[in-house]
């Protein structure tokens, strides 16, 4: 399986080229063609398993995809936190020079769309960002609303693991798309309990959210960038996308009305077609 190495810290990667086949760390080197590399990059705690709606349309378009676990995640070291972004960027760094990819187009979303935007100001691989439901930080960001941090804080003290994921989850999602899909939302637990963050390395990255800022340095970020928000984001308000187009010099807005937090997850074939759109025209 192949690791990347950022000072010590080991981080789980995988690809995927565009025939759907996994590489491994020969292949990385060795691979044929000239496709371009998308990187996907996770949000606060969540494991690789939130891609598997973009991973293998991307593949699909033409892409070689890379996903990876942050650190404090999934197959990746935890080392002691707190981390912060600019750590979390230099990993990403780490991994993309160990995939082989000179450039690549990098999609992040939530905690992942800061990461992109630290990794655009810190280093100069990225082709392009895609920045879905985040934030720039700092003062003017609107905040999670105290409704759903009570429901993400507060959980029964007689809930056992799978309920206290799905707890904290619900306001991710609309109503609608949660009552409707029970058999996918269990799924997504078991997906979680095997992948996702430990307690201490979601609160480990909830410490680099927590000190995000790069308000004042959006005009410092040339690569064209796609914005993409749900009106019905109850995490981080679509508001914050209207700071993010306003303070990037290359940016493009998409909206998508009645959009969750998980957005991508819910109205998936929708982002794709949108996301494909916007990669294949950058």
């Not at 999602?173 to 992948?195: H, K, P, S, Y």
């Not at 201490?200 to 927590?210: D, K, L, N, P, T």
Request: contains cysteine.
């Amino acid at each position: 399986m192949p690791y990347a190495d950022n000072d010590g810290v080991s981080l789980y990667y995988e690809t995927t080229d565009p025939d759907g086949n996994q590489e491994d760390d020969a292949d990385s080197e060795d691979r044929e063609g000239d496709a371009e590399t998308v990187v996907l990059v996770e949000g606060l705690g969540y494991g690789r398993w939130m891609w598997r709606w973009q991973r293998d349309r991307l593949a699909e378009e033409g892409y070689r995809v890379v996903v990876w676990d942050n650190r404090g995640t999934g197959d990746s070291d935890e080392p002691d936190g707190p981390y912060t972004v600019a750590q979390m960027a230099s990993d990403l760094e780490a991994v993309l020079d160990a995939a082989d990819a000179e450039r690549a187009h990098v999609v992040g979303a939530s905690m992942g769309g800061m990461i992109a935007q630290q990794y655009a100001l810190d280093y100069d691989r990225a082709e392009s960002l895609v920045l879905l439901c985040t934030s720039p930080g700092g003062d003017d960001a609107i905040p999670t609303p105290e409704e759903t941090q009570a429901r993400m804080f507060g959980v029964p003290e007689e809930a056992d693991e799978r309920e206290t994921i799905r707890y904290k989850m619900e306001p991710a999602m609309t109503d609608e798309f949660w009552e409707a899909n029970d058999d996918l939302v269990a799924d997504i637990v078991d997906w979680r309990l095997a992948g996702d963050a430990s307690d201490a390395g979601r609160e480990a990255q909830a410490a680099a959210v927590a000190q995000f800022d790069a308000s004042d340095r959006l005009d410092q970020i040339d690569a064209p960038t796609l914005v993409a928000h749900g009106t019905a984001d109850r995490v981080l308000p679509v508001g914050n996308a209207d700071l993010l187009d306003g303070g990037l010099p290359n940016a493009r807005l998409a909206i998508f009305e009645e959009g969750s937090h998980l957005f991508f997850i819910e109205q998936a074939e929708d982002v794709n077609d949108r996301l494909a759109e916007f990669l294949h025209d950058v």
